[in-house]
């Protein structure tokens, strides 16, 4: 009988790799995904809603309203412009540093969301007017009032930022951790081990027939 290997090891986890192969693609997919949506829109917007009325939706619920935002929302820090590349890198490097042990598909979902959303916005901010990292960000949505005063006017980029971060805070809450595992998932194995384990130390070997 083969005894199973000790914890700690360094044994690696069997299928380990293709978890993780297929949670980095999660993140990498999507991501990419979000980004060409997110371009897509800004486009349709600066061609649709250049010097035209905002265009009330769904009863007045959302209108498309075409706005510049050198800030975040409700215009914060609008003087700053150049504050928000550096972070938005910071945030980059920070998933890519989180993928490499990356094997949640659920977290890749909630990164590949934010890593999406970032980099639409950061498009914005190198390439557009007026300047290079200090870009305005292309905004078209507003809710229940054409100009944003119920709601700061918004894009795709920023809906994925706020739907990846909120379900990272539901996966931290519900024990998920980014590995693929639960936190405490080994408590039980382990009380359950050391309640089989004979008090002198001694090992039980199972009786063969007579």
Known sequence: MTA????????????G?????RAVGVLVGLAVAVLAADLLTKQWALSALTDRAPVRVLGGAVYFSLTRNSGAAWSIGSDHTWVFPLITLGVVGWICWMAVRLRSVPWAVSLGLVLGGALGNLVDRIFRAPGHFVGHVVDMVSLFDPYGQVWPV???????LVSGVTLAVLLELTGRQRDGGRAGADRPTADADATAQPADGTTTEPRGRS
Do not use: C, I, V, W
């Open 4 to 15: 199973a290997p000790p914890a700690g090891s360094g044994t690696a986890e069997p299928g």
């Open 17 to 21: 790799g293709t978890r993780r192969r």
């Open 154 to 160: 918004f894009n795709l980029a920023d809906s994925a």
